[in-house]
């Protein structure tokens, strides 16, 4: 058979014989369309190219070194015969390659660009491996940038230095440039062009070091040698330099200079000996930079710039001295320049508390390691940032610190009481000519539920009517019946039990879903009637409302969730904003302010119990919840978890104001009493949280006594779907917390209700009781922890004559810049001077607050920005002549 692979696929064995022949076949046999399209995108294809390209390449190599030896010969014949003679007649070459060799390399050379036309064969070389590999190993059009400007700058230093000489050198075009250039600013001139291009190039690409030779500089005091540690051999200094000194005046003794109000190492710089004192790390009064930023000063031949760094991105990273000693520290920010990525590292340090870096260049951005290695490999890989290494010997708080309130097992009722039970229920249902098919019952450590599946043509509501006979004929309070039990088409009625467990904690926090769980915020809440344990992570909830009764178990829950929060984050990951306007509720967690508890800047006391105080925390929350957005906005990220990844990748550069963020939750026990006393002040900051903070990690737990509408408006559960529900007086309150009613049935002591993801779920809250609260509090205080609390941003609110009043005399010695700022970008944001002048909040706060007293911003608008109030930069300097 003479048909093709094709024609093939169906042999005609297959087709019957005398049958007429399927038509589908036929259709199958007639020859493949080949389009145009398929065939250029045809993997085949670009390998045919490959071939052809590298092939080329490897002709013209030829040809073109061939006629280097043999030009004058096949010159001659060139120029004497016509083209046409040449390649189809009968003129013999020497050229390696023949006629068209000869008369190729003639072009190339004579008329075009003389030796540099050897780029034309690594063009081809590039195309063709492009083609054959399938991908873009060299970048085409880089390749060609650099190519066009090999032309020019070969041809003509090649015109230039063998002008005089018989063979091209550079070519018709080289001598073109030569002439034209030599003309215009004569051969001196162009002798020193071609050196400025050809160097300028050099240290482009190969970015060398140019190093004065450094004078031994004798160490004031022989120190313990250091673990020794690899040197890069670009620019390490090399003296040991102890670590940073924060204060300019400090700075600028140790050998950093100050350029537009940032401190620069010297560059090339010869730096006498008495001149370097050993850096030191000198803590700022409000501003710490952290060793980790105080990387960034010591003085490597680099530059290095020092920042002011956010207050919280210190207060964060802020670490010991001893903790520096034993360990290096993370690898910090990668620089990434065009062509090169740094990697900033600490060394390991010596007893002397001193610190050296090296510049390590880790990546070398040629097109071949761009193309072929980027979407792979496209850093040397590094360490990612561990936010937790500031704190990294904290411990966990142990399990032995909790107790165990009872067996831990649900004590199995007495099947008596099960039988009795089960059977009254029967009876009572019968007495209304309810007759069930079955019944079944799941103990539970508060209530016993039993399930009845009614005999067919029962109407639910009929038993649900019967709550109150039931329960008349149990003899038993709060029963509660839930009619269907959704997803299960069975009716369930829930009995307290006789004799209740308690849930401790320590079983929750033991188990193994809260061990393993990989939740954000996981929190362990309770138990159900099935004696699951009810774990969820607050992150998704995303806040939570509390309310009930007094003494029905609200203080308990909050521990509870508090508890299994420290049990399971780190102080760097969390922390918490604690409002108590009782005073006493909260007051346990002082101890461990300095590890997860966030404050305003100045306060003494982290736990807020004043409610003017609260109503500033609320609104520096709203600004810290602002700024977070602009951070996530800029980092393109969509949440904090997000945000967080891209930072832990150091793919943000902290220099630029991005820090890794904690999760931040703030706890307000008794809402009511802040309602009451501050209304819609407090009301509508908490309700902006609700609604927006979630993907910035800020979440709220609300509780409240009080479960009535003014306290629980509209806006308020409508921006907290997840609700807890302890033991309420009447229907009307559950209704309020939870939208239906059932709470008014609970038996107090934890019995709860948790509306959640639109399901409404019985639990036994988990109990903590204070001693175990207080001693895992003391656990986690008697660790070290940040020198402070974490800062939130700092609120100057207008009302305040105190915040006002502010002396011009005193004025801070950027205000100038910061004015100007201001009027160029007519945005008046406390975060665009932050990041704009590198500031910490105080310092950018004060300078707006400086602004306003001399009325180029208006009054502070909360979180929105101030309007300002000075449009031109003539007005501006008006102003400012004035103000002198
Ligand atoms: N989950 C629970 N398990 C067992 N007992 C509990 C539980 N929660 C609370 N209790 C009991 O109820 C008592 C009161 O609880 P709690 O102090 O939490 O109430 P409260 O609602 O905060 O009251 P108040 O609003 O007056 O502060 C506790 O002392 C404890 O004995």
């Known amino acids: 058979m003479s048909k093709n692979k094709l ?85 013999k070459v020497d050229n390696l390659l023949g006629r068209l060799g000869a008369y190729v390399s003639h072009n190339f050379f004579f008329y075009g660009v003389g030796i540099a036309a050897y780029l034309f064969c690594y063009f081809f070389f590039i195309i063709g491996v492009n083609f054959i590999v399938g991908r873009r190993v060299f970048r085409v059009w880089r390749n ?70 450094e004078k031994k500089i004798k160490p004031p005091k022989p120190v313990p040698a250091p673990a020794p540690v690899p040197v890069a051999a670009a620019g390490t200094a090399a003296a040991a330099a102890p670590v940073a000194p924060q204060k300019n005046e400090q700075a600028r003794k140790n050998g950093l200079r100050e350029e537009g109000g940032i401190l620069q190492t010297p560059i090339n710089e010869e730096i ?48 010991t001295e001893e903790e520096e000693m034993e360990d290096p520290g993370p690898l910090l920010y990668i620089e990434e320049t065009e062509d090169t990525a740094s990697v900033l590292q600490p060394k390991k340090k010596d007893k002397g508390g001193e610190v050296t870096f090296e510049i390590k260049s880790t990546y070398q951005d040629t097109e071949e390691d761009i193309e072929v290695v980027a979407p792979v490999m496209p850093l040397e890989p590094v360490d990612p940032f561990d936010p937790s290494l500031d704190l990294r010997d904290y411990k966990f708080p142990t ?67 019967l709550e109150d006979d039931i329960a008349l004929s149990l003899s038993a309070l709060g029963i509660r019946i839930i009619a269907p039990i959704p997803g299960k088409g069975t009716i369930g009625i829930e009995v307290p039990n006789v004799k209740k467990s308690i849930v401790s904690l320590k079983h929750l926090l033991a188990s193994e879903k809260f061990q393993t769980s990989t939740m954000d915020l996981p929190i362990a809440i309770g138990k159900k009637i099935d004696n699951e344990n009810f774990i969820a992570d607050l992150a998704k909830m995303p806040h939570l409302l509390m309310a009930g009764a007094t003494g029905q178990g609200k203080s308990v829950g909050i521990n509870t969730l508090l508890v299994s929060l420290l049990y399971k984050k780190h102080p760097s990951q969390l922390k918490f904003v604690l409002v108590d306007p009782k ?98 002040e407090v009301e509508m900051p908490i309700a902006r949280l609700a609604q927006l903070a979630r993907a910035v990690g800020i979440h709220l737990i609300i509780a409240t006594q009080r479960p009535s509408v003014n306290i629980i408006t509209g806006t308020i559960k409508a921006n907290f779907p997840a609700r807890i529900a302890f033991k309420v007086s009447s229907k009307i309150d559950s209704r309020t917390i939870l939208d239906i009613g059932g709470a008014e049935q609970l038996i107090g002591q934890g019995d709860m209700l948790v509306s959640f993801n639109g399901e409404l779920v019985r639990l036994q809250c988990a109990f903590v009781d204070t001693p175990e609260v207080e001693s895992v509090a003391e656990f986690i205080g008697n660790q070290k922890g940040y020198p402070d609390a974490f800062l939130l941003p700092e609120y100057v609110d207008d009302k305040d004559p105190d915040g006002r009043e502010l002396s011009i005399a005193d004025r801070d010695p950027l205000f100038e810049e910061a004015a100007q700022v201001i009027v160029s970008t007519q945005q008046g944001s406390t975060s665009l001077l932050q990041r704009r002048m590198k500031l910490g909040y105080n310092r950018a706060g004060r300078l707006m607050d400086q602004l306003e007293a001399a009325g180029i911003v208006g009054p502070n608008m909360g979180s929105k920005a101030r309007e300002v109030m000075v449009k031109t930069d003539s007005e501006l300097q008006e102003i400012l002549n004035n103000l002198l």
Not at 38 to 56: P, Q, S
Not at 151 to 180: E, H, Q, R, T, V
Not at 298 to 317: F, R
């Open 583 to 680: 005073k006493v509720e909260l007051s346990l967690y002082k101890l461990i302010e300095k590890h997860f508890l966030a404050k305003l800047p100045g306060e003494d006391d982290a736990i807020i119990t004043d409610t003017k105080k609260v109503i500033h925390t609320l609104n520096a929350l709203c600004i810290e919840m602002d700024l977070r957005y602009d951070l996530l906005k800029e980092a393109g990220t969509r949440n904090i978890r997000e945000y967080n990844a891209k930072f832990t990748q150091r793919r943000l550069n902290p220099l630029k104001g991005h820090r890794y963020l904690p999760f931040i939750v703030l706890v307000v026990d008794e809402f009511a009493d802040l309602i009451m006393t501050a209304g819609k």
């Open 399 to 465: 399990l032995d610190l909790l107790e165990n309130h009872s067996a831990d097992k649900v004590i199995v009722q007495d099947t008596t009481e099960l039988e009795k039970n089960k059977n009254q229920i029967i009876d009572t249902l019968k007495n209304y000519d309810i007759s069930i098919q079955k019944i079944s019952a799941t103990v539970g450590p508060t209530v016993t539920l039993y399930e009845i599946v009614p005999a067919a043509g029962v109407r639910i509501s009929r038993i649900k009517n």
């Open 272 to 319: 006498e000996e008495e001149d370097l004192p050993p850096l030191q790390l000198v803590e700022k009064e409000e501003l710490p930079i952290p060793p980790a930023h105080a990387a960034f000063m010591p003085p490597v031949p680099a530059p290095v710039i020092v920042p002011e760094a956010p207050a919280q991105w210190q207060s964060d990273l802020i670490r």
């Open 7 to 91: 024609k093939n696929e169906k042999p005609e064995s297959k087709q019957p014989k005398g049958t007429t022949p399927n038509p589908d076949i036929l259709k199958k046999d007639k020859e493949p369309e080949v389009k145009v399209k398929e065939l250029v995108k045809d993997e085949r294809t670009h390998k045919v190219l490959g071939v052809f390209f590298l092939l080329l390449s490897l002709y013209c190599f030829i040809a073109f070194t061939s006629y280097l030896f043999t030009w004058e010969e096949d010159q001659d014949k060139i120029f004497h015969y016509s083209t046409k003679e040449l390649l189809f007649g009968d003129v």
């Open 144 to 213: 060609i940038k650099y190519i066009l400007f090999g032309l020019l700058y070969i041809s003509m230093s090649m015109s230039f230095i063998a002008g005089g000489n018989n063979f091209p050198w550079g070519g018709a075009l080289g001598d073109a440039l030569d002439k034209w250039t030599s003309g215009f600013i004569g051969k001196t001139g162009t002798a020193l062009l071609l050196l400025v291009i050809g160097f300028s190039w050099l240290i482009w690409k190969f970015n060398f070091s140019f190093k004065w030779p």
